[in-house]
T-cell receptor
Framework: DTAVSQTPKYLVTQMGNDKSIKCEQN?????MYWYKQDSKKFLKIMFS???????INETVPNRFSPKSPDKAHLNLHINSLELGDSAVYFC???????????FGPGTRLTVL | GNSVTQMEGPVTLSEEAFLTINCTYT??????LFWYVQYPGEGLQLLLK?????DKGSNKGFEATYRKETTSFHLEKGSVQVSDSAVYFC?????????FGTGTSLTVIP
């Protein structure tokens, strides 16, 4: 009955590798988001998709590529991982006409 | 533009103390305001919200009032518990875009 789920919860990998994080929501929302939370807990939006279309694309390296196969899923693929990519990545979902977002549990990415 | 400025932490209080975490915002238009809470090792959970001026959001003993005249949305609780230890985020929402404050870490000691 999880509302917004992410996999994996932890991801440890070497520099230069490519990895993906998956997100799924079962709330029937039409908008999904990816946020990055750094070690100081600062939250920064990365991407937003509405009905599978990209609507927000903040200044993020093009090594990061979101993919939304359907309204309930928004995956994040990261190429050529760098040390600075280490962070907690949160997926969220919401309805565009309502100012509210529901967050997943986060994926802690550690790049060695 | 839109932004949120939040009181810096960390904040350490004794159990049953009064809590205030300050939050002010700048916005174009009429945003909704939120407080989210992040417990250790978990994602953000919505704590309370207010959608228009003078609205008061409340939940679990926490309260915040949307003050348009002072552009503020301060979080208060009359008597904190150890279980309230977490990071608290003030946020402003305008449709598809959210703006978060930097978070305030609260530790409540017995």
């Amino acid at each position: 009955d999880t509302a917004v789920s992410q996999t994996p919860k932890y991801l440890v990998t070497q520099m230069g590798n490519d990895k993906s994080i998956k997100c799924e929501q079962n709330l029937g929302h039409d908008t999904m988001y990816w946020y990055k939370q750094d070690s100081k807990k600062f939250l920064k939006i990365m991407f937003s998709y509405n009905n599978k279309e990209l609507i927000i694309n903040e200044t993020v390296p093009n090594r990061f590529s979101p993919k939304s196969p359907d309204k309930a899923h928004l995956n994040l693929h990261i190429n050529s991982l760098e040390l600075g990519d280490s962070a907690v990545y949160f997926c969220a979902s919401g309805l565009l006409e309502r100012d509210e977002q529901f967050f997943g549990p986060g994926t802690r990415l550690t790049v060695l | 533009g839109n932004s949120v400025t939040q009181m810096e932490g960390p904040v350490t209080l004794s159990e049953e103390a009064f809590l205030t975490i300050n939050c002010t915002y700048t916005a174009t238009g009429y945003p909704s305001l939120f407080w989210y809470v992040q417990y250790p090792g978990e994602g953000l959970q919505l704590l309370l919200k207010a959608t228009k001026a003078d609205d008061k959001g409340s939940n679990k003993g926490f309260e915040a009032t949307y003050r348009k005249e002072t552009t503020s949305f301060h979080l208060e609780k009359g008597s904190v518990q150890v279980s309230d230890s977490a990071v608290y985020f003030c946020a402003l929402g305008t449709g598809n875009q959210f703006y978060f404050g930097t978070g305030t870490s609260l530790t409540v000691i017995p």
